[in-house]
């Protein structure tokens, strides 16, 4: 069992910390409430806010690390924010290091995409409320690293998973674009479901839903909770990360503009659930059932992710579907326990920088063809947009693990800790990562080739406007977010490795990082094997892509696999064969009864009523005799009642 | 003279009337039949009163009387006008509040 840390009262700088989600937050507020008005500077304070928050995080940061070790967790209290009785939920702030590396991560990437969407959405008229839901973002996203409580946890959580439905349905014009968004919430709902239980479920049993208590308190949980508990955590987890079997969404969600793929899709709201799960990790300690449901969550989620990747032939749906895949080896990870925490973190980070960068490249691309996002279009770009490829390029190496790049470090860190699992587990887990890792290259150049490389499929098309294809380099207000996001994911993994920095940063979080105990291989192989599979990969793409010509139109011959694959590997059909046609039918079937059964009473009573009525008015004859012989024989009626009482 | 005589007169008479009151179609002998059971009912308090040796039920006829007569000028008022606009006088034929 891990110490927990002792936890102390924020000072200093951290006592500022409340800013940090107030000022997005108020910059939303702004936006929204201004309106139109603000249409010729509302970016620019959507942008100052994001900046903001991160120079005072990073003051925070570099604060706490100055700090010694066993001081590092601190907690600033607010105010109290639900007092009733039995329930006391706090609304207050967690300052660890886990905590405040998410900070960096959300505001650092979150200012360099707020920069770049300054360009990206240069021309369309709706920017300001894009920036105002941008901010919103942010501030959710803080919320949900910062409490200190699974309920501010949870506030956080919907409020993200709103920011997402507005950004997703962004362009309003689009039905598709309303669907996905309709999709994204209510898959979000059924995980939220989930952690709602999970929040419950820590309640009834401790009393508490404050983290410091409960990660104290754990152990006095009986195994059938804890096992509850971690399963409903995952659901959650599952339904923000887009795991298996909610992941459908993040693909539909593509239809958001670039910026929010990038930020939203990839760096942060996605890795909600890696941080949920890492942050609970003294729950999961205690469970190996619930570790292993974790692991093989993330494992079937990162195999789908690598096999339908293959298939696409949009360059968004390929990074979502990438980034479905990643966020599987992140929950594999996590799911490893303390072997695993601070790797899947890691390579949330790793992850965060590269594909964010290969997003904001897609998004060059596409800016650069008219909004044209099928590959199948594109073609030798490589010399029109030297910038985009490159930084591009670089995301891509690292995404694949090109030696010495950070995806090298991270995912290889976690395959290994993946193959020293005890038992089968070793051997399936790490199985099946490297062979995604295999997928993972192919599929990744499979893209870069169809892009960057090969002849210029699109000098004989026209867009879908009707003009001819004018492929040309970015603003530079998009182009710098983009070079800084390269560098991070060229360096970021060697630095953060380099003596396990990073893990022995978040150890007060997440306990120490430990080694696992060797399994199916040594430790020295797994790098070597790993690699091998990517460069397969990569030798297949370019053997399959590289050396044919893409043909322009989709072939519709194809074999088994590919359709499985472009079917999502029929993921939709599923889920409207169990859920959406059942759920249709549910509806109608209680329309039906509204209509038939519950207004069938009511005008049933108010037919009755008049048929009734028609028959009882046939005694208004209007005879003036017969109304004379009721008279008189009612009245008869009266006497002989008096006279029967009388002599009764 | 037994008083029972009296009243069974009053009893035969009231029967005439309502009887008359249910069969007759001319509006003016329904209005006579009407009159004649008041009468039969005067008669009867009258009886009563004799019987019973106080002067309640004669007091109780002059009411009655009274009645009667508002009531014959505004029925008669009534019929008068409905026959100027039907020029029948058949009850019979007053029947618009029929269904």
């Known amino acids: 069992m891990t110490e927990l840390p002792e936890i102390g009262a924020a000072t200093g700088v951290a006592s500022l910390a409340w800013l940090l989600f107030v000022l997005p937050a108020l910059g939303a507020l702004v936006l929204f409430v201004t309106g139109r008005r603000a249409d010729r500077w509302g970016h620019w304070l959507g942008v100052l806010t994001v900046v903001a928050s991160f120079v005072i995080g990073l003051l925070i940061f570099l604060e706490t690390t100055g700090l010694p070790e066993a001081e590092r967790s601190r907690e600033l209290s607010l105010f109290q924010w639900i007092g009733v009785a039995g329930l006391h939920v706090d609304f207050g702030l967690r300052l660890d290091p886990l905590s405040l590396t998410f900070v960096l991560l959300i505001t650092g990437v979150g200012s360099l995409i707020h920069i770049y969407s300054t360009g990206y959405m240069g021309h369309d008229p709706g920017r300001r409320r894009f920036f105002a839901q941008l901010n919103l973002f942010v501030a959710a996203m803080l919320v949900l690293v910062l409490g200190n409580n699974f309920v501010m946890l949870y506030l956080g959580w919907e409020g993200v998973g709103l920011a997402s439905y507005l950004l997703i349905g962004f362009y309003q014009d689009r039905p598709s674009a309303a669907t996905a968004a309709k999709k994204a919430f209510i898959m979000n709902r059924v995980g939220d479901v989930g952690l709602a239980i999970a929040i419950f479920l820590l309640w009834t049993n401790l009393g508490t839903v404050q983290y410091s208590e409960v990660f104290e308190r754990a152990g006095e949980l009986s195994p059938g909770v804890l096992v509850a508990i971690a399963v409903m955590l995952l659901l959650g987890a599952c339904g923000k990360s887009g795991q298996f079997p909610l992941q459908s969404w993040l693909p539909d969600a593509m239809e958001g503009p670039t910026p929010v793929s990038a930020l939203i899709h990839a760096a942060t709201m996605v890795t909600a659930g890696v941080y949920l799960i890492a942050r609970a990790n003294p729950i999961y300690n205690l469970t190996e059932t619930g570790r292993l449901v974790v692991t093989l969550i993330g494992v079937i989620t990162l195999l789908i992710g690598a096999i339908i990747g293959c298939a696409y032939d949009d360059i968004k749906k390929v990074l979502a579907y990438s980034t479905v895949s990643q966020i599987g080896y992140m929950i594999l990870a996590v799911g490893l326990g303390p072997a695993g925490y601070a790797l899947g973190i890691l390579h949330l980070l790793t992850h965060g920088f590269f594909k964010a960068g290969l997003f904001l490249g897609a998004g060059s691309v596409m800016h650069a063809m008219n909004d044209n996002v099928d590959m199948r279009h594109y073609g030798g770009l490589f010399k029109h947009m030297k910038i985009t490829s490159i930084t591009f390029l670089l995301g891509y190496l690292a995404l694949i693990g090109f030696p010495f790049l950070s995806g090298y470090f991270s995912k290889d860190a976690i395959i290994e800790a993946a193959f020293a699992a005890p038992g089968w587990q070793g051997w399936v887990f790490g199985g099946a990562a490297t062979l995604a890792a295999g997928l993972t290259a192919f599929y990744m150049t499979r893209l870069v080739l169809m892009t960057f490389f090969g002849e210029e499929r699109w000098k004989d098309l026209k867009s879908a406007d009707g003009k001819d294809y004018h492929p040309h380099e970015s603003p530079a207000s998009m182009t710098a977010p983009m070079i800084l996001l390269a560098v991070g994911s060229v360096f970021a993994g060697f630095l953060l490795s380099n003596g396990e920095l990073l893990a022995h940063w978040l150890s007060p979080s997440l306990g120490e990082l430990q080694e696992g105990a060797h399994g199916a291989l040594p430790h020295e192989v797994v790098p070597w094997l790993v690699v091998g599979f990517s460069a397969l990969g990569v030798l297949i793409a370019y053997l399959v892509v590289g050396r044919r010509p893409t043909p322009v139109e989709r072939p519709v011959k194809v074999s088994w696999p590919v359709r499985a694959a472009r079917k999502d590997l029929y993921a939709n059909a599923l889920n409207e064969a169990l859920f959406e046609r059942p759920g249709l039918a549910l509806t109608a079937g209680f329309v039906a009864t509204d209509d038939r059964g519950v207004d069938g009473v009511v005008n049933g009573a108010g037919s009755l009523l008049t048929g009734s009525s028609s028959v009882l008015r046939r005694a208004q004859t209007g005879f003036v005799r017969s109304y004379a012989l009721s008279m008189l024989g009612g009245s008869l009626l009266v006497v002989a009642a008096l006279l029967a009482v009388r002599f009764a | ?99």
């Open chain 2, 1 to 99: 003279m037994s008083p029972t005589n009296y009243l069974l007169l009053s009893a035969l008479l009231f029967s005439i009337g309502a009887v008359g009151v249910l069969v007759r179609r001319n509006a003016i002998v329904v209005f006579m039949c009407v009159e004649l059971m008041l009468n039969a009912v005067n008669l009867t308090l009258v009886t009563f009163s004799r019987m019973n040796g106080g002067l309640d039920g004669q007091v109780m006829a002059f009411f009655v009387m009274v009645v009667a007569a508002a009531e014959v000028v505004v029925g008669l008022a009534i019929i008068m006008s409905i026959f100027r606009t039907r020029r029948s006088s058949s009850i019979d034929d007053a029947n618009l509040l029929k269904y």
